[in-house]
């Protein structure tokens, strides 16, 4: 249950995180080629621009958005697959993300945007928790400085410019994406360990609520509980039977037999509460050897009926301890609109003492005439 419901708060934060990044790519490639055209202009005007104009504006402008556009929608299309699994529908971004990144690098010589756009993803991979998908992101940042490396030194030297410094910032951008792997792992790592330590305190936070909400001694639903399924129940507004039993002289069998032997005596009423009353009607231990059970209107008679099955079934329950049968004193009361949960449970309560009054081992639903009786 801890699992799923953290697979979910994950899943929220991934989709709100994967539409983000891919509205901000999309931001960068149009961004990208606003500057690019303004600076050609302002190269034009001041006269200062050597790369033929056609040929700047199909390497510099018209490449680099057809590649980037070309990469979102083949992105697009994998994650729109049902066979591609989670981990790599939200990857999908930061593969654009360094793809945007290259390209710029690639078609302007910008290594600074290398240095930024390629070790970002890296950085937010450790946010995914996932060593394959850094390798992978890794492995790409280093082919993306290698081949902007290259490419930057063909083209200098195709204009007769000194190749030095882009194999100079080659090797620094290795070396950064070197480092930016290590840093990236060494997070995971101790993200590994916080989850751990999370999923430590969750588990003991779950058994603790497990304990507050079940008897220890029985495994019933407990009284705390009960009265929030209560209100739950009434804040529905649709009718339902509120079951009250409790055990008759039970004082006698902890007096004659001991506690131990009382006990078994309770574990074995709770068994057969359960076999007749299913886990959505919330079998409780009130406290003592009072049981409580809520359940649907189907009709008084249908009520009674279960109650009294109920009650029958433990009446002829064996013990090898004591040479008699126990027996139970129930009580029955539905809810109506108006009741509140304390007079509700105070008209149970009364139905079971009119049966205690008159004979114990008996069922009463109650009416305004047993009230009148157990007033007397």
Same mark, same amino acid.
């Given at each position: 249950?801890?699992?799923?419901?953290?697979?979910?708060?994950?899943?929220?934060?991934?989709?709100?995180?994967?539409?983000?990044?891919?509205?901000?790519?999309?931001?960068?490639?149009? %961004?990208? #080629?606003?500057?690019? =055209?303004? $600076? /050609?202009?302002?190269?034009?005007?001041?006269?200062?621009?050597?790369? *033929?104009?056609?040929?700047?504006?199909?390497?510099?402008?018209?490449?680099?958005?057809?590649?980037?556009?070309?990469?979102?929608?083949?992105?697009?299309?994998?994650?729109?697959?049902?066979?591609?699994?989670?981990?790599?529908?939200?990857?999908?971004?930061?593969?654009?993300?360094?793809?945007?990144?290259?390209?710029?690098?690639?078609?302007?010589?910008?290594?600074?945007?290398?240095?930024?756009?390629?070790?970002?993803?890296?950085?937010?991979?450790?946010?995914?928790?996932?060593?394959?998908?850094?390798?992978?992101?890794?492995?790409? %940042?280093? #082919?993306?400085?290698? =081949?902007? $490396? /290259?490419?930057?030194?063909?083209?200098?030297?195709?204009?007769?410019? *000194?190749?030095?410094?882009?194999?100079?910032?080659?090797?620094?951008?290795?070396?950064?994406?070197?480092?930016?792997?290590?840093?990236?792992?060494?997070?995971?790592?101790?993200?590994?360990?916080?989850?751990?330590?999370?999923?430590?305190?969750?588990?003991?936070?779950?058994?603790?609520?497990?304990?507050?909400?079940?008897?220890?001694?029985?495994?019933?639903?407990?009284?705390?509980?009960?009265?929030?399924?209560?209100?739950?129940?009434?804040?529905?507004?649709?009718?339902?039977?509120?079951?009250?039993?409790?055990?008759?002289?039970?004082?006698?069998?902890?007096?004659?037999?001991?506690?131990?032997?009382?006990?078994?005596?309770?574990?074995?009423?709770?068994?057969?509460?359960?076999?007749?009353?299913?886990?959505?009607?919330?079998?409780?231990?009130?406290?003592?050897?009072?049981?409580?059970?809520?359940?649907?209107?189907?009709?008084?008679?249908?009520?009674?009926?279960?109650?009294?099955?109920?009650?029958?079934?433990?009446?002829?329950?064996?013990?090898?301890?004591?040479?008699?049968?126990?027996?139970?004193?129930?009580?029955?009361?539905?809810?109506?609109?108006?009741?509140?949960?304390?007079?509700?449970?105070?008209?149970?309560?009364?139905?079971?003492?009119?049966?205690?009054?008159?004979?114990?081992?008996?069922?009463?639903?109650?009416?305004?005439?047993?009230?009148?009786?157990?007033?007397?």
């Amino acid at each position: 249950m801890i699992t799923d419901r953290r697979a979910e708060i994950l899943d929220a934060a991934y989709e709100s995180w994967n539409g983000r990044l891919k509205r901000i790519n999309l931001i960068l490639i149009f %961004a990208t #080629i606003v500057v690019d =055209i303004v $600076g /050609f202009v302002i190269s034009r005007v001041e006269q200062t621009g050597k790369v *033929p104009w056609p040929w700047y504006i199909l390497l510099h402008i018209l490449v680099p958005l057809f590649v980037n556009l070309v990469g979102l929608l083949l992105c697009h299309i994998r994650e729109k697959n049902e066979n591609i699994s989670k981990q790599e529908r939200y990857a999908l971004p930061l593969f654009e993300l360094w793809l945007i990144g290259t390209t710029v690098t690639i078609s302007k010589y910008l290594f600074p945007v290398l240095t930024v756009m390629v070790c970002v993803p890296i950085f937010c991979s450790v946010y995914f928790d996932n060593r394959a998908l850094t390798r992978k992101l890794t492995v790409a %940042a280093f #082919i993306s400085a290698v =081949i902007s $490396g /290259f490419t930057s030194n063909l083209f200098r030297g195709l204009r007769g410019e *000194p190749t030095g410094q882009p194999m100079q910032h080659l090797f620094m951008n290795i070396v950064l994406v070197l480092g930016v792997w290590i840093l990236s792992a060494a997070l995971m790592h101790l993200q590994w360990q916080k989850n751990e330590r999370t999923e430590e305190i969750l588990n003991k936070e779950n058994m603790l609520q497990d304990e507050l909400r079940h008897d220890s001694k029985t495994g019933l639903y407990s009284s705390a509980f009960f009265n929030h399924v209560l209100a739950e129940k009434i804040k529905e507004g649709k009718p339902f039977y509120l079951m009250l039993s409790d055990i008759d002289d039970f004082s006698s069998v902890n007096n004659h037999y001991g506690h131990n032997q009382g006990d078994l005596v309770l574990v074995r009423l709770a068994g057969i509460l359960c076999a007749h009353f299913n886990v959505e009607e919330c079998p409780s231990r009130f406290g003592g050897e009072e049981y409580t059970v809520l359940f649907a209107d189907e009709g008084a008679d249908r009520a009674i009926a279960r109650c009294e099955a109920y009650r029958k079934e433990f009446e002829t329950q064996v013990y090898s301890f004591m040479p008699h049968n126990v027996t139970i004193s129930v009580g029955l009361a539905r809810w109506e609109r108006g009741l509140t949960d304390t007079q509700l449970f105070d008209r149970a309560d009364r139905a079971m003492y009119y049966s205690k009054r008159n004979g114990k081992n008996m069922t009463t639903m109650w009416k305004p005439q047993t009230e009148e009786a157990v007033s007397k």
